[in-house]
Each structure stands twice: as C-alpha cells, then as structure tokens.
C-alpha cells in the first residue's frame, strides 16, 4: 500500500514554520514523496559531543521531527498527534556535518501511525541510526483503514 | 555502505538444511543479495490463531530467522551469533497464506549486527509487520569495520 | 498510579482456561495483584534449541502471552485487545527447567496499554529476558484515565 | 543476580562533575545502590514544549544519561562506553516541574550492559516514561559474567 500526501512540499514547509517557529535555521525538508519525506539538520556546536561527534538526544530529535513532519504531510494539520514509543539504534558515529533523515510511512491507520526513519551523514553514505517510531493520532473522520 | 555476501544462495541453503533440519518443510531462502535476504515461510495450521490470522510468535519467529540468515549469509558459519534484543511492530492483520521476509544487513560490525525486517503476506504487497533485530557476534578475525 | 484488577485470579484462570483452551499444559497464571501478573510456562522439548535452551520465539511467547493476561485482568474480557509492538532483550542464556513471567502494567490508557515483562528462570533468580509490550484496546466505555 | 557498585555516591558525583562538566546546574545523581541509580534532572524553560510540557529529546536525554551514569558506577571509569540502541515509552503527559529517573541494571555482561529507566515527575507518581537502553562496553578485564 503507497500513502499519498495531502499537501505538497511548499506547503508543508510553510505549515513546519508555522508550528515549530524556531526550526528554521536548524532543519528544514528537502522532499515529500508518497509515504516518505527527508528532513535535513544543520548540525550546530552544541549538538556536538566532546570529540566532535553529533549526540543522541540530537540524532533522537531528528528522527522524531521527521516522524512528526512525515505524518503532518499525509493526514495534514492535526496538532495533537503525540509519540507514543521511539527506538532508535545508533549504528555508526556520525562524521561532522550535516545529518540527513529519510523517513516513511509503513502503517498509517485510524489511531496509530508507524514509521521507519534512517538518518545519514550528508558527506556520506553511511547509515548512522535507524530509529522505528509511533504517533498516536486524534480521533477523527479521516478516510483511513484499520 | 553495501555489505556482500560470503557465499551464494546455493551454499547458504545447503548450510540452512544443516543446521536446521527441521526447517525444510515450514521456510526457505527465496532470494539472496548484496545485505539482503529473503525468506518466504509455509503457514502450517499451528501458526494460526482462531480466527484464521498467522500468530505473533510466528512473525517473531520468521524475523527472528531471517536476520539469522542474512548475517550467516555474511559473515560465514558462525553458529554462535545470538539474538540480543529484536523490536517488533505489528501493523495489520496477516491475510491467510504465506509469508514473505525482506531483510537488510543495516550495520555489520565486528561485535554486533544490526538488521531491519520487513513481513508482507504473499498474495497482498501490504506489509503486515516490520522488525529489528540485533545480533552479538562471536569474537573472530574478520576483517569487517567497527 | 496503581492499577486494580477487576476480577480475582480464581475468575481470570477461568477465562483463560475458555480463551486459551490449549493453554491448560503449557502455562498458568501464578499470581495476580494490583497492576501485576505472574504467568508459568512448562518447557516442551518442542521449545528447547539445540543445547537444550528455551528458543527466543518461546519466550516471545511466553512475554506476549502475560502482556494479554495482565490486561484481560484489569479491564475485563475485551478480546479484541491486539499487540502494536514488542521490544525484547535477551540477557542470559536461560536455564533447563520451567520459566516465569513478572508483568507490570505501567499504563492503561482509554486507547493503548503497555506492560513491562521479566523473565526469570524458576530455578535460579537471573533475569533471562526483559520485554516492553504495547497492546491496542478497542474502544469501549471504561473509565480508565487518558 | 545483584550487581554491586564499585564507587560510592560521592566517587560518582566527582566523576560526573569531571565528565560532564556542564550538568551541574542541569541534572545530579541522588542516589546509588546495588544495580540501581537515580537522577534527577531540573527542568529549564528551554526544555518545554508549547503547552508547557517536557519535551521528548529532554526525557530520551535523563533516560540515557542516567544508563550511562549506572554503568559507569558499576563497572568504572570507562569513558568509552557507547549507546547502541534505546526504546522509549511516552506513557503520559509529563507535569511542570523537576522529573526524576530511577534506572536499574537488568544486565552486565562483558560486551553488552541493558538498563531499565523509570521517569517520574517529582511532585507525581506517575510513570511519565518508560525506556530500555543498551550500551556497548570496551574490550577490559573486568571480571563480570558472560
């Protein structure tokens, strides 16, 4: 099953600087497709950790954000979606530099959405997490299965 | 990073009827790749539940073994690679039928791998359950990073 | 916030002995209390891997199993509670002998559940497992919180 | 199995200070025991959400701060030790004011320590997260088990 987004990606940026008005020189989306969307993070010092390296809490962020940007896209404006559960394994230690997230979809029903996020560096190809991620959504009469 | 195969399919499925036996009949390797396998698994009656849907210990069973499989197929006959924790997500109902396994080696490093599951119903592309598994692997004189 | 049960372990061994009916030889609800279970499972041969230890699927089971129960407790019999997700981790090779269940509810919300489940070997007092269950609840009338 | 610190609490907090030397104001350990630690962590304004809540990066942070500071209680000044994966259960809306995590040590094996990290708001008993952490441990000759 593909999902299809309810927006494009102009308006999902202008709907991400609406709500998350401090986002703007820290991470931004670079592309919204059916189920998937990437997020882009401008990694600043205090992201990093002593030996230069990009944190936890920060790589955390961006998988949640993209989670949370994914989901906005395909269901549109629905504030009070929440985590509800986040795993995340780290798989590699990132190099300096941008981090870049791909995210998408794998279920989106009435009451949960599901989705697989992998972060990489920009300069590299590696795969640096990989994080599994679940939104409880508002009731609502959106068209969706299960 | 792309991971290759230590062995051909033929090889991995001759080492899979050894050291499983009882495999034979319940699931076998479809498909063989540069970090990825595919596993297709018989549905036996036992693994069904009332109502006629394939039980969760079967799913965690079927991720279980892919990831096994897809690490032998990688790093050689290591019999003593074990499971150290596996996260899986349920995401609707399996239909009746068999099932097929997508797994991708995401990282492979000198002590521990890391791969992502993906369970879709043969007859139906709708993915039914999405896993990670991370295995500890025995220490050895590979030649594989981190 | 401590969790009360709605029924006495005598009527939830009952409706386990309807729900499960070919639970009987396999495993029993040992104890019961407020946000608690305690479930026991007799190790089959058929749950033994080669080496004689209890297989990862068994204990998925066995985790999964006391997740169900402990919410059957404590909301009543509401069948169509359905597992999201399961998280995992094995610590110890477990022992010969039959293994027990400690499971905690840690939140019973209008929409979702979620438990926390230690194995332990009967003989001997190491954890062997730890799971983090998360169930869906269907919609109903109870008065449970959020 | 209990596992037994090899420093006291007030080791431990020197050590802290020495490691991470911009905590003081932000977070302290308040107590250390056998397998167990607790943290508690002040919340600033610049860790609310809109709304006034605590955000989900800050309370992933107290979870694998306080995993870090456990094992590093318990096995030593190994300033190596990695995170390799965490799982993390919002369960619910966290209350203004300080929050407190309270983790215990489920496994410590040569390779591998998993921890088990309980958030509580201060002023509440209610759980307001639930995670599992795993960290990976250097290569040494401590004398620990598996």
């Known amino acids: 099953m593909t999902y299809q987004p309810v ?3 102009a308006t999902l940026r202008q709907y991400v600087a609406e709500v998350f008005p401090q986002a703007g020189s820290r991470w931004s989306v670079s592309a919204l497709g059916p189920g998937t969307v990437s997020v882009t993070m401008a990694v600043s010092d205090r992201s990093l950790r002593p030996g230069g390296t990009i944190s936890g809490p920060t790589m ?3 998988a949640d954000v993209t989670a949370y940007v994914l989901i906005l896209a395909h269901i549109g404006k629905v504030e009070l979606a929440v985590t509800t ?12 530099g941008d981090l870049i997230a791909h995210g998408r979809l ?3 029903g009435k009451r949960l959405a599901v989705c697989e996020i992998h972060l990489h ?3 590299d190809d590696t795969m640096v997490a990989q994080a599994t991620a679940t939104y409880s959504l508002p009731p609502g009469d959106r068209a969706a299965g299960q």
Do not use: C, H, T, V
């Open 85 to 96: 559960s986040l795993n995340i394994n780290f798989l590699s230690r990132p190099p300096l």
């Open 106 to 108: 794998i279920k989106l």
């Open 60 to 62: 955390f962020f961006l």
């Open 7 to 9: 927006m494009d990606a």
């Open 121 to 123: 560096g920009q300069a």
